[in-house]
């Protein structure tokens, strides 16, 4: 059984965009990732899902350092990465690495498909003899159930699947401890989704792998993760500590049900959302949700829910939550 300390600790994390000031108007404020708190257990699959713009992409950049927070500590096996040099962090990177929605746009399309499989330990400085990176180059192919001819090969030759695939192999070039994973069947068709999530799955128990897994698909999420994290407007407003979880949050249920089922049997009526989603750069001084939300009631408009964790584990922020 795997161990279930936290392999990353965020507190307090926040995230403010700032546009330049035009020519007429005021500079705007947009706070994209809002006091977040998350611990993300070592070999486990910790889930994060929302509408587009809620900031779960912004998240998983932060995790990786890939922006700079605005303030709050991200802390990677007992490590404050705010705190580490560029050097340092390019290190730490060996052991955290990121799969991306897209798997055309983040390869080079110059690059054969070996040498975009390479170029990480170019990056970090890592010399291999030719044998040895021809070595390297069949055992991540093998790893990800690719046929290594395609070595030579460019991306645009491949298709997008295997492109998914070419990304997932880079990414564990390096045996990182942490994957993120942003939104990685996005881009794909539905057959292909599958074959991409068990391949993460056998992965993962191959290799101890933790995941921070991205994604706006709550089925997907509840199929793939452990426990799940539900962020709307920058914050997240519950933590469900078992995929299997009943939902206590309002937003949450309503994700929950807007799922489509396959099976005739299983359809059932969608509650309609009302009421316009506040903007992130004037956020309002109550819950975001407040305005959507069928349960709201007057403190929900004038006071801003914590995020409190019962002894389950199960955390919401909601004045209201259901039963």
Request: aromatic share 6%.
């Amino acid at each position: 059984m795997p161990s279930l300390s936290p392999l990353v600790t965020i507190r307090d994390l926040n995230k403010i965009f700032e546009s330049r000031k035009g020519l007429f108007g005021e500079p705007r404020r947009m706070t994209a990732v809002n006091q977040v708190s998350l611990d993300i257990p070592r070999g486990q699959v910790t889930g994060v899902v929302g509408e587009s713009g809620c900031g779960k992409s912004t998240l998983a950049r932060l995790v990786l350092r890939l922006l700079e927070a605005t303030s709050g500590s991200i802390s990677f096996d007992g490590v404050d990465l705010l705190k580490q040099s560029h050097g340092a962090m390019r290190l730490l990177r060996r052991r955290m690495q990121m799969v991306f929605q897209d798997p055309y746009s983040s390869l080079d399309p110059r690059y054969t498909i070996a040498d975009a499989l390479l170029e990480p330990f170019k990056v970090q400085g890592i010399r291999l003899t030719t044998a040895e990176a021809r070595q390297k180059v069949e055992a991540l192919f093998a790893m990800v159930g690719l046929d290594a001819r395609f070595a030579q090969n460019h991306p645009h030759q491949l298709s997008g699947g295997q492109r998914q695939r070419i990304g997932i192999a880079r990414a564990l070039a390096l045996e990182p401890d942490l994957m993120v994973l942003d939104e990685p069947t996005a881009s794909l068709d539905v057959s292909i989704q599958a074959q991409i999530v068990t391949l993460l799955e056998k992965l993962k128990h191959e290799l101890g792998l933790t995941y921070l897994f991205i994604s706006h698909d709550l089925n997907l999420v509840r199929y793939f993760s452990d426990r799940i994290v539900v962020m709307y407007l920058g914050r997240i407003v519950e933590i469900l500590p078992d995929a299997k979880a009943a939902p206590r949050h309002p937003y949450t249920q309503t994700l929950l049900d807007s799922t489509f089922a396959p099976d005739p049997t299983q359809r059932r009526d969608i509650s309609r959302l009302t009421g316009e989603i506040p903007s992130p750069y004037n956020l309002p001084q109550g819950c975001a949700f407040a305005a959507r939300c069928r349960h709201a009631r007057p403190d929900c408009l004038s006071r801003r829910p914590v995020l409190e964790t019962r002894s389950d584990g199960h955390a919401v922020a909601c004045f209201h939550p259901l039963t």
